[in-house]
Nanobody, 125 residues
Framework: QVQLVESGGGSVQAGGSLRLSCAAS????????MGWFRQAPGKEREGVAA????????YYADSVKGRFTISQDYLLNTGILQMNTLKPEDTAVYYC??????????????????WGQGTQVTVSS
């Protein structure tokens, strides 16, 4: 059974950093797509970053380029989103998601079938 468990959310002042983790288990595919998404109150879920695990091809939303970094801890089978220079507009519930294969658009949340429970990130000004 596929399972994704996020951790690392919290509250931080603008300009600060947070590191989110997503522990994956139950996947039978050797390579997979892993994405991070966020949803603020009253807004649609949006893609933040995605990586093709095993190939390390990554994608970022324009709003986070240069501030967020997606990576993979292969030893722990855990996805990581390092978030630096956080802004109040980054406040949202952050979700990780994963698929063995994607036909297109790694930052489109509708392309992912497996989701974590979400973790709150709050950035104060």
């Amino acid at each position: 059974q596929v399972q994704l468990v996020e951790s690392g959310g919290g509250s931080v002042q603008a300009g600060g950093s947070l590191r989110l983790s997503c522990a994956a288990s139950g996947f039978t595919c050797r390579r997979r797509w892993m994405g991070w998404f966020r949803q603020a109150p009253g807004k649609e879920r949006e893609g933040v970053a995605a990586v093709y695990v095993g190939v390390d091809t990554s994608y970022y939303a324009d709003s986070v380029k240069g501030r967020f970094t997606i990576s993979q801890d292969y030893l722990l089978n855990t996805g990581i989103l390092q978030m630096n220079t956080l802004k109040p507009e980054d406040t949202a519930v952050y979700y990780c998601a994963a698929n063995c294969a994607l036909s297109e658009a790694p930052l489109n949340p509708t392309n992912y079938a497996n989701w974590g429970q979400g973790t709150q990130v709050t950035v104060s000004s």
